[in-house]
């Protein structure tokens, strides 16, 4: 896969949403999203499968941001991509009554699979994801209908691994062999103490080996996009364990603070944004930019989730002509479940 000026556009249009909206909310974490801005785009524009104008269809690839803080990330992808969240609800970041709470929450944003606040949760639920995906797949898949095929994919964060609940999810995913689980690990070497050596210094590669998982080192998640697009297509062609990988970032990438504890957990400082958005190659007088290209880009591959979804509605409809009681059996869990989610 080529990458070229149009991905690093988009790349820098994620990390200055994130900037942008954290000052404008005088609250927040910018660092996450800056660090992980490349891989987040590798992923949702390569790789991830979904249909924002149906949040809802089975077989869509989930995402789970286990490093909730940082969820300016993901609420600036969801925007770009085309979900209902506009770029109003990204200025009003961490408001009262706000669809961008300030941590991922299911059921207020469209989009967000699961809630994730305290460290750890979100490997947790990614983990329950995927054993239900695989045990539907197992259930209701039969020869020439392939209907359940979808990955669940994880960011997560130093302090996540430090959590002892993600280390027991972790283990029976690896016992279970689910090969649709890709997890990513941001591997910043900052947590909100700062240096992660004052209190982490595992070996989370030999860790998770033991777990069973297969493990992928990418050393440049700031740059080596090719590097990170042959992670996650080896990842997929694993199929008997799930896989982790271990990113090297730098976290507030492009901040005076950038490497440091200084990006997480609170804003940059008007000096400092002004000195990334140039650097950048955007106005430093502008907020909430969004260059029309990256909209183009990220809708094209909305578009082609719609077709997607389309051409899978075809098959679950030729799938009830030879299966009429699992049809309806699956039928009817989905519309219980989009019952349940429109409260």
């Known amino acids: 896969m080529a990458y070229g000026e149009i991905d690093q556009l988009a790349i820098n249009t994620i990390r200055l949403l994130a900037v942008d909206a954290t000052f404008n909310s005088n609250s927040g974490h910018p660092g996450a999203p800056m660090g992980m801005a490349p891989i987040a785009h590798v992923l949702f524009n390569n790789f991830m499968r979904f249909n924002p104008q149906n949040p809802s269809w089975l077989n869509r690839d989930r995402f789970v941001l286990s490093n909730g803080?940082?969820?300016?990330?993901?609420?600036?992808?969801?925007?770009?991509?085309?979900?209902?969240?506009?770029?109003?609800?990204l200025k009003d970041f961490r408001k009262i009554d706000s669809i961008t709470p300030g941590h991922?929450?299911?059921?207020?944003?469209?989009?967000?699979?699961?809630?994730?606040?305290?460290?750890?949760?979100?490997?947790?639920?990614?983990?329950?994801?995927?054993?239900?995906?695989?045990?539907?797949?197992?259930?209701?898949?039969k020869p020439g209908f392939d209907l359940?095929?979808?990955?669940?994919?994880?960011?997560?964060?130093?302090?996540?691994?430090?959590?002892?609940?993600?280390?027991?999810?972790?283990?029976?995913?690896?016992?279970?062999?689910?090969?649709?689980?890709?997890?990513i690990y941001d591997d910043n070497h900052i947590s909100i103490d700062g240096d992660t050596n004052v209190a982490f210094t595992e070996d989370v590669v030999k860790r998770y080996e033991a777990y069973g998982w297969h493990v992928v080192i990418v050393?440049?998640?700031?740059?080596?996009?090719?590097?990170?697009?042959?992670?996650?297509?080896?990842?997929?062609?694993?199929?008997?364990?799930?896989?982790?990988?271990?990113?090297?970032?730098?976290?507030?990438?492009?901040?005076?603070?950038?490497?440091?504890?200084?990006?997480?957990?609170?804003?940059?400082?008007?000096d400092d944004i002004a000195q990334v958005k140039k650097k950048f190659g955007f106005n430093p007088d502008e907020s909430f930019a969004v260059p029309q290209q990256v909209y183009d880009l990220y809708g094209k591959h909305s578009s082609e989730g719609a077709a997607?979804?389309?051409?899978?509605?075809?098959?679950?409809?030729?799938?009830?002509?030879?299966?009429?009681?699992?049809?309806?059996?699956l039928a009817r869990g989905v519309q219980t479940r989009a019952i349940r989610e429109r409260g």
């Open 69 to 89: 803080h940082g969820c300016m990330l993901q609420y600036a992808l969801l925007h770009l991509f085309g979900y209902k969240l506009s770029l109003q609800d």
């Open 104 to 141: 991922p929450e299911a059921h207020d944003t469209p989009g967000i699979e699961v809630t994730t606040g305290p460290l750890g949760q979100g490997v947790c639920n990614a983990v329950g994801l995927a054993m239900a995906q695989a045990h539907t797949a197992a259930v209701f898949n």
């Open 148 to 183: 359940v095929n979808n990955y669940t994919y994880c960011f997560l964060g130093d302090g996540c691994l430090m959590e002892g609940v993600s280390g027991e999810a972790s283990s029976l995913a690896g016992h279970l062999q689910l090969g649709n689980l890709i997890c």
């Open 219 to 270: 050393e440049d998640g700031d740059n080596d996009l090719a590097g990170m697009d042959a992670a996650i297509r080896e990842c997929q062609a694993v199929k008997d364990k799930p896989s982790m990988i271990k990113l090297r970032t730098t976290i507030g990438y492009g901040s005076l603070k950038e490497g440091t504890h200084g990006v997480h957990g609170s804003p940059l400082k008007a």
């Open 308 to 329: 997607a979804e389309a051409e899978w509605n075809q098959l679950f409809a030729k799938y009830k002509e030879s299966f009429p009681a699992e049809h309806a059996d």
